[in-house]
């Protein structure tokens, strides 16, 4: 279920002005914009369309946002304003990660008084937020012009996917592989960032539990499988049923630790101890909304989160592993770890063996045709960065969201495993030689549909720069 389907976007409003300015002329641009965005389907919270006009007024709204639980600030200027009052809001709202749009109203040029004085007030209040470090937005627009609610909505949009990652729990099974530093994560970074927390859970008990995993549980996820996988049969049943043991066991894991993804080392362990391949009950955490990524990666698994905030449908990481500079086109493929329901409905979903491993169970499937969003959490170096921990130096990192967008197209399935032939909105060859460039990550994170201006807003209130890349 979509996110917005369970409950509208929760917006608190506050429309600012001062009683030396057109104080009815104000009333009805906050009348007007409150009736706006209802309309919309916005929830509207907050003051609303009464008028803040002292510091008393902008207490008793500090008050209410401290315990508000909303998706965005909307800082009205419904008539001129000295920033204080502004500031005293977005202050309250830069803590819990809310995201701030300045709101500014036009007015007529009559040769007359100027009665509202409304785009001076953002100005300042802009200005004041710069220098605080506080992320904002703004908008230059008549409460019923559909930009202001189009800005507004994808606004609300990225402060749900923020605060639905703050305080999230990802759970870590084990470490990722040598030479995969891809994967590698900074807990604490991360809850600076995102209020994400990671919980280590070690392997060993995780193997143990997947092979102690109680048959009824196995045997549910079986009927699962064979519901969507026809050929369920003709793959190794001990090696299948442990694939279900492995499901169970990171099923009540997530459960029992309230955990809202999961990284799993996931070779060779799964393969070498249980016999087994993890991905077939990775494919279905993802679609169960809990995203799950392999090789011990929190970082592409937090990415997923934020895309799965975003779009209310699964998201997983893949790899790209081609390019094809004369149809302009890439493939993005993973082991077998995608959602079932990303799989193109005219093709067969096979259960299948692992293409090295040589064991099952995972899925097999061309990525389905439309339009995706594509992003990565970029962990780099900063400059002071060392690499000799003898001398008590920590390494440092800096952070950007790589978001892009292309279309996947109908194919057929190009490696074993699951697979998609996608068109990059830029030329496949200036992608991959952005991302050799960049140094970027080998997992990028992937969603259906067009998220990419909700991504740019979730970055800019992270306070993370945005690279323009896919």
């Not at 000799?388 to 920590?394: P, R, T």
């Amino acid at each position: 279920m979509r996110g917005d389907a369970i409950y509208p976007l929760t917006v608190a409003m506050a429309a600012i002005a001062r009683p030396t300015f057109d104080v009815a002329l104000a009333q009805s641009v906050a009348d007007e914009a409150l009736a706006c965005m209802e309309r919309s389907g916005l929830r509207v919270v907050g003051t609303g369309n009464s008028l803040i006009m002292d510091a008393d007024g902008a207490a008793r709204m500090q008050d209410a946002l401290r315990s508000l639980e909303c998706d965005l600030l909307v800082l009205l200027q419904a008539s001129f304003a000295d920033s204080s009052m502004a500031v005293t809001l977005a202050e309250i709202a830069a803590l819990r990660r809310i995201p701030v749009l300045l709101w500014a109203a036009p007015e007529a040029r009559t040769g007359g008084r100027l009665r509202l004085n409304s785009l001076c007030g953002v100005n300042l209040a802009g200005h004041a937020l710069m220098l605080r470090r506080i992320p904002y937005d703004y908008v230059l627009a008549p409460p019923h012009d559909p930009t202001a609610l189009t800005k507004m909505i994808t606004l609300a949009r990225a402060g749900r996917a923020l605060r639905m990652l703050n305080g999230a729990v990802i759970g870590l099974v084990g470490e990722y592989p040598a030479g995969f530093d891809t994967c590698a994560y900074e807990a604490d970074d991360l809850k600076a960032l995102f209020g994400v927390r990671v919980e280590r859970i070690a392997l060993n008990e995780v193997l143990q539990e997947s092979a102690a995993a109680p048959q009824p549980e196995r045997e549910r996820f079986l009927r699962r499988v064979a519901a969507v996988a026809a050929n369920l049969h003709e793959l190794d049943t001990t090696a299948v049923r442990g694939t279900a043991g492995v499901y169970a066991a990171l099923r009540r894991r997530i459960e029992a630790g309230g955990l809202s993804g999961v990284a799993v080392r996931c070779w060779p362990e799964f393969f070498t101890e249980l016999g087994c391949a993890a991905c077939g009950a990775m494919s279905l955490l993802n679609d169960e909304r809990c995203p799950t990524s392999c090789e011990a990666d929190v970082n592409g698994t937090v990415t997923s989160l934020l895309l799965q905030a975003l779009s209310g449908e699964p998201a997983f990481i893949a790899d790209l592993v081609s390019i094809e500079a004369s149809d302009d086109s890439g493939v993005l493929w993973h082991c077998g770890l995608a959602p079932v329901s990303m799989a193109d409905p005219e093709a067969e979903v096979l259960g299948a063996i692992h293409s090295n491993r040589k064991l099952p169970l995972l899925f097999e499937f061309p990525l389905k045709p439309g339009r995706v969003t594509l992003a990565r959490l970029h962990r780099r170096p900063t400059e002071n960065f060392s690499t000799d921990a003898s001398n008590g130096a920590k390494k440092s990192y800096a952070y950007a969201l790589v978001i892009g967008s292309g279309e996947m197209l109908r194919a057929e399935k190009s490696f074993s495993g699951t697979s998609g032939v996608i068109r990059f909105d830029r030329p496949a060859i200036e992608v991959f030689d952005t991302i050799m460039r960049l140094g970027l990550e080998h997992h990028v994170s992937l969603t259906y549909g067009n998220h990419c201006e909700a991504l740019r807003h979730a970055a800019r209130v992270a306070g993370i720069p945005v690279v323009e890349m896919l």
